[in-house]
């Protein structure tokens, strides 16, 4: 752990600035040149947490990206807060209590903690990229980000000893979406372009240092509200597609990605853990078709077509139409089925996928969430009443323990060779 950083921590602590700023009184940094983000971005943006008491830190969010998951996580409609939060692109300097750290990291801050005569709860540095576990950081621009965040916040926090922030253009803004709907209530045209035109004339103050003391570089508006750039397909297996557009069309399915709620770690020793994607199917019946699982946070979506159509190539399978419900899956099949002769239809209620995914995740889930009262009879129990379809859904972390235990003598002869010939 970086030890100039820890002291940085350690003084956001002291400066206790969650009580005098609100969550939503934002402020950005400029970004040196050599630290720019991938996107192009040159700011990232800043917000003070933990006004209400829980959860105090610094969340730096990165570029464009960043701000459009900070603005999700504040719409927030309950059928969307789990993937919002699973969304965010930040760096966070936050407090936390021992039990937030791993026994190593422990020693260490105890230690450094006793040198500054300070208690707990202890400054911890995570990364939070979209779809992974919380990580510690691992890339040297992303401490100096943090590191140019933290001083500047701290100046900030001098700054309000002896004058009101809104001399300095920090206030409240509000960052929901335009888009958004109030319940059931339908927003009249003319208030949204009111909205619209508040939203646009709002500002958010730039800070930077200037001899070791707070300055406003100049203010920004917020950045443009756009909609997510999902995964696009744009490869399509030419002589995969010529076989299977020699297969008579028939029935329909639904479709969607959905995250697997068990992280996976990549091969890489000091990465974060993800959440897998699956793209999840059943077809009329409410039976499970085609299941399609993705490698990596930030999936390949020509790869998961290219798996898409071995399994319909596999199974002599060509839907006449496929039922998607969001824009991720949307974006993802849009151009495989125009090429297929498919038809991609919107539908917001997929009530088979609905009942066979609670299912499934159900199913998934029960190895260690009854960990305890989960045995070898009960695995194997739940092994023979799975069809052969619910089976090849399985997440690999799940298809690795089963296959081992296959090989390791755990399970009965006639459900190893089953999972064996299924799952191999």
Avoid at 23 to 35: K, S, T, V
Wanted: a negative charge; proline letters at 6%; one cysteine or more.
């Amino acid at each position: 752990m970086n030890k100039k950083l820890l002291d940085l921590g350690f003084a956001f602590k002291h400066s206790q600035l969650w009580k005098t700023v609100y969550e939503d009184e934002l402020f950005a940094i400029h970004l040196p040149e050599h630290l720019i983000l991938a996107d192009g971005s040159e700011y990232v943006y800043c917000a003070i947490m933990g006004r209400n008491g829980e959860h105090r830190a610094l969340s730096v969010n990165m570029g464009k990206r960043g701000f459009a998951s900070l603005r999700a996580i504040h719409r927030n409609p309950d059928d969307d807060a789990l993937e919002n939060l699973l969304s965010q692109d930040c760096i966070q300097c936050s407090l936390e209590t021992a039990e937030q750290f791993l026994p190593e990291e422990l020693e260490f801050i105890r230690e450094e903690t006793k040198k500054r005569k300070m208690r707990s709860p202890y400054p911890q540095f995570s990364r939070y990229r979209p779809y992974c576990v919380p990580w510690h950081l691992t890339d040297p621009k992303d401490e100096e980000i943090l590191t140019i965040a933290l001083r500047v916040t701290i100046a900030l926090a001098e700054y309000l000893t002896d004058h009101d922030k809104s001399e300095i253009g920090l206030k409240n803004i509000r960052i929901l979406s335009t888009r958004e709907m109030l319940g059931d209530q339908i927003m009249l045209e003319s208030l949204l372009q009111e909205i619209d035109e508040a939203e646009k004339n709002q500002q958010i103050p730039v800070f930077t240092l200037e001899e070791g003391k707070l300055a406003v570089d100049e203010m920004i508006p917020l950045p443009e509200d756009t909609a997510p750039d999902y995964p696009r397909a744009t490869v399509i297996d030419e002589l995969k597609l010529k076989t299977l557009k020699k297969i008579p069309k028939q029935g329909f399915i639904e479709s969607q990605v959905l995250r697997i709620p068990e992280p996976t770690k990549e091969e890489a020793a000091d990465t974060a853990p993800y959440l897998p994607a699956i793209l999840f199917s059943v077809d009329e019946d409410g039976m499970v078709r085609l299941p399609v699982m993705m490698r990596h946070a930030e999936y390949d979506p020509n790869e998961a077509i290219n798996d898409l159509m071995k399994g319909m190539i596999a199974e002599r399978f060509r839907p006449a139409e496929i039922h998607a419900g969001t824009d991720e899956t949307i974006s993802l099949l849009e151009t495989f089925c125009k090429k297929a002769g498919i038809s991609l239809v919107r539908d917001e209620n997929l009530e088979l996928l609905g009942e066979a995914t609670d299912t499934m995740l159900d199913r998934w889930t029960s190895m260690e969430d009854e960990e305890d009262d989960f045995g070898p009879d009960e695995i194997v129990e739940m092994l023979e009443a799975m069809t052969d379809k619910e089976l090849r859904a399985m997440p690999d972390f799940m298809v690795a323990q089963i296959l081992n235990m296959a090989e390791s003598g755990l399970l009965p002869a006639r459900v190893a060779k089953k999972v064996r010939s299924i799952l191999e």
